[in-house]
Nanobody
Framework: VQLQAYGGGLVQAGESLRLSCVVS????????MGWFRQAPGNERRFVAA????????NYSDAVRGRFTISRDNAKNTVYLQMNSLKPEDTAVYYC????????????????????WGQGTLVTVSS
């Protein structure tokens, strides 16, 4: 199983971006998915998570109300819609997957995830 994230870029404050993460292999619908971000000099931090079924989501306080995580299990893809971007959202964004058959949970810690994508850079100018 491999994760490929894309969609980052350079935008101005207040604009929007949508990140995508495509997961190769079968059984994508069994994976809890998450998005994390890491700014220079900082640790990797939780952004958003979604249950394997897509029935529940969770967000960090920093992005709640501006970002939306979603998934399309038919396309093996998880998305992060980012609106009203701020300069402090500048970071490398990573998608992550956690497989736990039969468990429809979600996770907020990097150590909980088994698989990671390569990251995509989001830069927000003021």
């Amino acid at each position: 199983v491999q994760l490929q994230a894309y969609g980052g870029g350079l935008v101005q404050a207040g604009e929007s971006l949508r990140l995508s993460c495509v997961v190769s292999g079968r059984a994508f619908s069994r994976y809890a998915m998450g998005w994390f971000r890491q700014a220079p000099g900082n640790e990797r931090r939780f952004v958003a998570a979604i249950r394997p079924s897509g029935s529940g989501t969770n967000y960090s306080d920093a992005v709640r109300g501006r970002f939306t995580i979603s998934r399309d299990n038919a396309k093996n893809t998880v998305y992060l819609q980012m609106n009203s971007l701020k300069p402090e959202d500048t970071a490398v964004y990573y998608c992550a997957a956690k497989g736990r058959p039969g468990y429809n949970g979600m996770y907020g810690y990097p150590s909980s995830y088994d698989l990671w994508g390569q990251g995509t850079l989001v830069t927000v100018s003021s």
